[in-house]
Structures are given as structure tokens and as C-alpha cells.
């Protein structure tokens, strides 16, 4: 992939992925206007993708099947987000592309570093439509036992929430602190983005930290956050602690306006 095709792609991926130094494409397809088979293999210094499978147009719409298959691709690097590393995951989609979108997806990421930490055995499944998302992840490593849900709104200001079940989730090795803190309990969290305010919860019940010298548990606890270029509040509530701040300004300006 030259430079006169990045210089193309560009424009339609900086806001979603960055682009490998060196990209090595390798595809192969057969087929007519009506369906196509293809077999494509994305070689990077990042990483390589490889993904097969069929499109078929029905009635203004377009049906697939495909696998995509990655191997040691650095998430950080292309989405430039330094908690994320290399991943290993196999996913399946089988459904209809077009003006009414809905896709099943399953697979499985057989490897992803988090926090320079490696997780292992993610099972996911999940549904992609035109105005939202539903997934379910279940991670079944010894180590980071739990199960995520999560739902994904477009239909107004993003709307993100998430159902989290943790079981002996090894938060100390995760956070790289003490390798016996440990955390079990249910979480629900809300995220609304409506740029450029942000506003969210966290809500727990029967959350249990453990470790080898103590054992701490929260019946109750809850967070709420509403962070605007205007104001920020924040409001936090366990069965033994109670905290509100208030400000007049955008708190993610913290730092600047100390510095001021």
C-alpha cells in the first residue's frame, strides 16, 4: 500500500484508526456483480489480519458471512490507546449490510494485553444494528473471571451501559499492586455522551475487595458524574463514606487551571 493510497484513506480513518508504517495486501476473489467470495490477508508491522468469506446483494442490501481472524495485532498503535496491547481473536459475522444494518457476531479473543497485563479465553457474541449495539463478553481466564453486557445507543447522544459480574477478578495483578487483592460482586454503569458534556453512574451491590490481609465489603455504593465545559459535579455514596464536588468549570481542566 503505497503513499497516493494512504494519502486517499487517510481523511476517512484518522478519526478511527491510524495507519501502519509499511501495509503488505494480499486478496484473492471469485464471483459476479450478484456475490462474491474473497480471501484477504492485512500483513503490518502492528500485526496481521486475515479475513475470508462471501457478500451477496439482496434487494438493495448486502448479505455476508466472513471470518476474521488476528494475530498479535497492537490495538494500542492503531487506536492509540496505551491501556490496550496485542490481541489474538477469531470472530464470526453472518447477516445484511446496507441502509438497515443487523449483524451476529461470535468469536473469540484468545489473547489481549490490558494494562501490559495478558487476559485470556474471551468469549463474545453480539448484535450490530443501525441504531445500537449488544454485546456480551465472558472471560473465562483463572485470573479475570467475569461477564460483561453491554449496550451502545446511537438513536440520540451515545448511550453506553454495562452489566459487569466479576469472580475473583485479580484486581492487584491487573493494576500490577498487591497479586492477592482480589474483587467479586455486581456493577452497573451508565455513560451518556453529548458532546461536549459527559455524564455517568456507577452503581454496586455486595462488591467484596479481598486480599490476604483483609476483606472489605460495600452493600451499597454509588457514583454519579456530570462533567460540562460549564460545571462539573460529582456525587459518591457507600455504606461508609459520602463525597459531592462541585465546581464552576470543566474539572478535566483541572491541570490548566492550577497551572493558571
Known amino acids: 500500500i503505497g503513499s497516493d493510497v494512504r494519502r486517499t484513506l487517510m481523511p476517512f480513518l484518522q478519526n478511527i484508526i491510524k495507519m501502519p508504517p509499511g501495509i503488505n495486501l494480499q486478496a484473492r476473489s471469485s464471483g459476479t456483480l450478484k456475490g462474491i467470495a474473497a480471501d484477504v490477508k492485512i500483513c503490518t508491522a502492528w500485526g496481521d489480519l486475515k479475513a475470508t468469506g462471501m457478500a451477496t446483494r439482496r434487494k438493495g442490501d448486502i448479505e455476508i458471512e466472513a471470518n476474521l481472524t488476528s494475530e498479535k495485532v497492537d490495538l494500542e498503535k492503531f487506536l492509540e490507546v496505551s491501556m490496550l496491547g496485542p490481541i489474538d481473536l477469531s470472530v464470526d459475522a453472518k447477516g445484511r449490510i446496507g ?133 462539573s459535579e460529582i456525587n459518591y455514596y457507600s455504606d461508609y463514606e459520602q463525597g459531592d464536588l462541585l465546581s464552576n468549570f470543566d474539572i478535566r481542566d483541572l491541570r490548566e487551571v492550577i497551572q493558571t
Open 99 to 231: 441502509k438497515d444494518p443487523d449483524i451476529e457476531m461470535n468469536g473469540l479473543i484468545s489473547s489481549i494485553e490490558l494494562l501490559d497485563q495478558p487476559i485470556q479465553a474471551i468469549k463474545l457474541n453480539g448484535t450490530f444494528e443501525k441504531t445500537n449495539v449488544n454485546a456480551t463478553l465472558s472471560v473465562e481466564d483463572p485470573k479475570y473471571q467475569s461477564q460483561i453486557h453491554s449496550e451502545i445507543s446511537f438513536s440520540g447522544p451515545l448511550l453506553i451501559t454495562n452489566a459487569v459480574q466479576l469472580n475473583n477478578f485479580s484486581l492487584g495483578s491487573l493494576l500490577d499492586m498487591d497479586s492477592s487483592l482480589s474483587v467479586s460482586g455486581e456493577l452497573k454503569s451508565e455513560i451518556k455522551l453529548d458532546q461536549p458534556s459527559i455524564e455517568g453512574y456507577v452503581k454496586g451491590n455486595r462488591v467484596l475487595f479481598k486480599s490476604q490481609s483483609v476483606e472489605y465489603l460495600l452493600d451499597t455504593m454509588s457514583l454519579h458524574a456530570l462533567i460540562s465545559p460549564e460545571a
